[in-house]
Nanobody, 127 residues
Framework: QWQLAESGGGLAQPGGSLRLSCDID????????LGWFRQAPDKEREGVACIKKSDGSTNYADSVWGRFTILRDNAKNTAYLQMNSLKRGDTAVYYC????????????????????WGQGTQVTVAS
């Protein structure tokens, strides 16, 4: 069965770094545009970053621009979210999502456009 699985979450100090992974099992990663989303307690889901399948172009939320980097390794069937200069406000459950269409990455805020979702991984930023 085709599925997405996130890993790499945990506790980090403010200013620290974490790297999240999104492993895809059952279908080639190159077939999908990928996105990372997050949801903090009592807040709406937020689009964080995405990367298109066609040309690898990326899109980022203003809140993470310059701090987070989305990467994909088609050979390993894995996508990554490198998170640097973490802030307490980055605390959330982070989800990986995938869709066949490139254009969903142009509408980063609209997570409902993505077809496939992982179960999420908790990221906590605290001293």
């Amino acid at each position: 069965q085709w599925q997405l699985a996130e890993s790499g979450g945990g506790l980090a100090q403010p200013g620290g770094s974490l790297r999240l992974s999104c492993d895809i099992d059952g279908d080639p990663l190159r077939s999908y545009t990928l996105g990372w989303f997050r949801q903090a307690p009592d807040k709406e889901r937020e689009g964080v970053a995405c990367i298109k399948k066609s040309d690898g172009s990326t899109n980022y939320a203003d809140s993470v621009w310059g701090r987070f980097t989305i990467l994909r390794d088609n050979a390993k069937n894995t996508a990554y979210l490198q998170m640097n200069s973490l802030k307490r406000g980055d605390t959330a459950v982070y989800y990986c999502a995938a869709d066949y269409s490139d254009w969903v990455c142009d509408a980063l805020s609209q997570g409902s456009l993505y077809t496939y979702w992982g179960q999420g991984t908790q990221v906590t930023v605290a001293s």
